[in-house]
């Protein structure tokens, strides 16, 4: 259901509640936003819950690659005034082939609190990147991206440099003998790929819908985790990117407010759905279409 304020939407959790969310990178502005996590605290408090804010650390490269990195940029993106778990590393437990955080699983319930907007991944990011990619580990953060890392074809490299400069990981270095994409660094987010005009780095065939299928599963090992969980999506600041970088691109379509639903699925459905209806090109509603697909293979 779609709300105009976020106080009006009814949440029913009890005990410690994990409140699931990304906090933004380090100069970015339209992340969820304090003030609107400080109305859902509120309510949780009020109702004789005890809410905390958790994520874990990313897989590339800056100051949210620790959790003491990621607490200072959570403090100068306005959630000081709150608990703020930042999972570490070896805190987790495996589930399913998956290392989800301890400190999402070990919570009596849980708030997943997503910001939709753009990914250049999966198309659109909500509550099931939120939960999949947002629980795990490194490890697992490696494990999901894998199938997309790119294929290199170093013969057709014209040595222009534009994917060394876009890679947000520093995995690509240019030599004499062309593009060299460094593996262990690489995520598989594809910008090299988009960005390569001579073929020399390509996707891997099948690559995105492995990639994607993992997402999902992942997402699931937390949802099963938990009977007591309620989902809430932010469709405010809608970027053509995820909150992962500072700028995060152009804003795609006007705000169309909060949404509430009961499984990740059919939020990020109908959250997609409501984007398009604002602005038919505001995604690459094709990708999120496979991303969908492969989705509906796990949860339905």
Known sequence: ?????????????????????????????????????????????????????????????????????????????????????????????????????????????????????????TAYGGAIKNLGMGCSNKESKSLIHSPSKPLQFISKCKKCHACEKVCPCGAIRVTEKGAEIDEKRCVGCECCVETCSSGAIKARPGGMEKSFRLFSLAAKQVIDSFERIAYITVLKNITQYCDCRSNPGKIMCPDIGYLSGKTALKIDQEAVSLIRKKNPRALDFSTWEIFEREARKVFL
């Open 1 to 121: 259901m779609l709300y105009q304020k976020i106080s009006d939407i009814p949440i029913k959790l009890e005990g410690r509640v994990a409140i699931k969310i990304h906090m933004g990178e380090r100069g970015n502005k339209t992340h969820v936003s304090s003030e609107d996590v400080g109305i859902v605290f509120e309510r949780l408090r009020k109702s004789g819950c005890k809410p905390f804010l958790v994520d874990t650390t990313c897989l590339y490269q800056g100051p949210r690659n620790t959790p003491e990195g990621y607490l200072k940029v959570a403090k100068e993106n306005g959630f000081d005034g709150f608990p703020v778990v930042i999972a570490r590393d070896e805190d987790y437990v495996e589930k399913g082939g998956f290392k989800i955080a301890r400190a999402v699983v070990d919570a009596d319930s849980l708030l997943v609190l997503s910001h939709g907007k753009g990914h250049v991944i």
